[in-house]
């Protein structure tokens, strides 16, 4: 569902990202982590069309997304970790809109702000302006823009800034819900509590590399679990 072979960029001469190869297949849940900088957000915004690759390529459900953009965009649904909001629009006019960019039909429009709005508690304010939302609910905001069009691949970049915690139980149960029924989820954060309870597998990067690639038996497995496999990695190695 996801390809990387041999992806990266460059900024000058440094390189933010260098020769990331991985295959993630249909459904499955799969977490980046690794310390600032060290290329998670590069590679996430890469793969969404952002940032053009120095390097290699990234196919997204049989789109390359250097030679079919919008193809590759138009199965993706995307969390930035800082997202732009019209916040002059109501919390219904910003996903009718949302809708309608990914050319949803006026009445499958409305059906799918109604669903969507109902699953992530957004009724109560869906006629309020975003400017008014706290960082909280403008993050479920986003994450019921980003199912509007039932993509095939959701990417989180941090998925979980700014949510209580009855927000985050919330979003994972819809991340475990997608997966089920075959959504890929790609997700880099710094919660490793986050990673380790929705994660088939997670990949450990540092410095653009990546490091190590463990499933989740090979997690649990790990003395101190997720935790000590990322300090056994990671720790010394530093931003």
Not at 70 to 96: H, M, N, Q
Request: hydrophobic residues 45%.
């Amino acid at each position: 569902m996801i390809v990387f072979d041999s992806v990266g960029r460059a900024f000058g001469q440094k390189w933010a990202v260098k020769d990331l190869s991985l295959e993630i297949p249909r459904g499955e849940v799969f977490g980046l982590l690794g310390p600032n900088a060290a290329g998670k957000t590069t590679a996430i915004r890469m793969m969404t069309g952002v940032l053009a690759l120095s390097t290699g390529r990234i196919v997204i459900s049989g789109h390359d997304i250097a030679e079919d953009p919008i193809g590759a965009k138009s199965v993706t649904g995307y969390v930035p970790d800082r997202a732009f909001l019209y916040e002059k629009l109501t919390v219904r006019e910003f996903l009718t809109f949302v809708a309608s960019v990914y050319g949803l039909d006026k009445q499958s429009a409305h059906e799918r702000t109604e669903k969507l709005s109902i699953k992530f508690g957004l009724k109560d304010i869906e006629d309020s302006f975003i400017e008014g939302c706290s960082q909280g609910m403008r993050q479920r905001v986003l994450f019921a823009a980003a199912l509007m069009h039932e993509p095939e691949v959701l990417v989180f970049d941090e998925p979980v800034v700014g949510l209580d915690p009855f927000g985050v139980e919330l979003i994972k149960d819809v991340v475990r819900e997608l997966s089920a029924s075959g959504t890929t989820v790609f997700l880099a954060t710094h919660i490793l509590g986050i990673a380790g309870d929705l994660c088939h597998r997670v990949g450990l990067i540092d410095k653009g590399r990546l490091i190590a690639l463990k499933d989740s038996a090979e997690v649990a497995a790990h003395e101190g679990g997720l935790e000590g496999l990322f300090m056994k990695e990671l720790g010394g190695r530093g931003e």
